[in-house]
């Protein structure tokens, strides 16, 4: 290969990446292990990003107050012991200190790439995604007020896992417990949707989780309509995300756009009923008087012309008389 083909392709290499594997959400993307809330959106991402933490740090600002940073700077107690230090010494401390440092800084909201598309996973620390997010929804649904324009549905993560059917199983056995063994138990309902994987299907996912809240209290019972808990499975590749919420109903499947609309009234069965009732009887009751009036006139017409006919017949009698 000539000297200037070669260096052509070394050229091309650099501009295009080169082979080598794209940087830039290394390390960064949803894990299992990770408890956080995942959001989904309208196709615009950053935007989202940017609703997202407006959002959930004024209300995090609300519940557990203004986020707190430890100090990174610290000062040695003695000086003298500092200037006779070794110098490797001296430098090993402050890597120490850089790395503990980096690990005081962590925020406790953190975006992560989700591995699907219109979606993305907030990271938390050191508070309850599921208590944040049903305050949020909880202000929306009374207030009205709608503070994002991109954001669609909020849904908390408080526990994930692998996932494979077994895994999830496995999983839920241990994590179902406070809500739904004995002598706890409730009307629940499973909320299940899989992104960018094809190894789960619904009804098979759907049917085993029924079937593990069932041995872990027979009393509990599924409700399509109103339940009282909703258990969120929401797969995203190789990983499953799970939570357990009130008020899924409600708060329009936790979805920030929906809640805040107004509530249509529901017409009253009741008063529809007596309605319909009032009227039927009424029309019931006029077209019995208009029989009665139909028969009362047809009574007085027959007497009329009974009444003539005796005149005539008397007439007549009178006339043969004379």
Known sequence: MSAVANESRKRSKKRYGGG???????????????????????????????????????????????????????????????????????LKKEVAQLKSSGAKRKRRFQAFESGANNV?????????????????????????????????????????CKAFQEDIVKYLGTYLEPWFKTPNCATYQIAFKARNSSHNKRDEIIKSVAGLVGKLNPKNKVDLTNPELTIIVEVIRAVCCISVVKDYTLYRKYNVQEVVKEDTPKPDVTTAKTETDTA???????????????????????????????????????????
Request: proline share 2%; charged share 45%; hydrophobic share 25%.
């Open 280 to 322: 039927e009887e009424k029309e019931k009751r006029d077209t019995e008087e208009k029989d009665k009036e139909e028969k009362k006139g047809k009574e007085e017409n027959t007497n009329d012309k009974n009444v003539a006919q005796d005149n005539k017949e008397g007439d007549e009698g009178e006339v043969d008389r004379e």
């Open 120 to 160: 993305i996973f907030i990271r938390t620390l050191n508070l309850e995604s599921d208590k944040l997010v049903h305050h949020i929804l909880s202000d929306l649904h009374s207030t009205k007020k709608k503070k994002s324009r991109v954001i669609l549905r909020m849904l908390p993560v408080t526990g994930t």
């Open 20 to 90: 080598q594997p794209n940087k830039r959400w290394k390390g960064s993307f949803l894990e299992v292990g990770m408890e956080g809330i995942l959001i989904t959106c309208n196709m615009n991402e950053r935007k989202c990003t940017a609703e997202a933490f407006n959002l959930l740090n004024e209300y995090a600002d609300k519940l557990y107050g203004p986020e707190k940073f430890e100090d990174d700077n610290e000062s040695s107690s003695q000086e003298e012991d500092a200037e006779e230090e070794d110098v490797t010494e001296a």
